[in-house]
């Protein structure tokens, strides 16, 4: 028997369920942290996503021979405003550029 916590789809992979409790917090501020943690859950996420979509078109156009300087410059554009909205960790940021960069081709 699977948890409560997973439902299978039809192609038979579990799936998460969406991010809403069965239990209401009681206390006024923790029902505002609740609203405040999905708010910026999902603000993060598609700050995420833009960034991964981004790192791989670098990585696309770096694997094909086509110029990357732009895709590159947009690209760390984009890790750098995440760290500093918080998405990301300034280290991490860094990694991921210092990473980026000795992956293309000189």
Sequence with gaps: MLPAAVI???SGRPKREPRTSPHMANIKSQKKRN????TRR???KAIMSDLK???RKVEEAAAAGEPT???FRSAQKKIDAAARK???HANTAARTKSRLAASLPK
């Excluded at 609203?35 to 999905?38: G, I, M």
């Design 69 to 71: 300087e732009e895709l």
């Design 86 to 88: 918080g998405a990301l």
């Design 53 to 55: 979509t981004s790192v």
């Design 35 to 38: 609203r405040q943690n999905e």
């Design 8 to 10: 299978v789809g039809g």
């Design 42 to 44: 999902l603000r993060n």
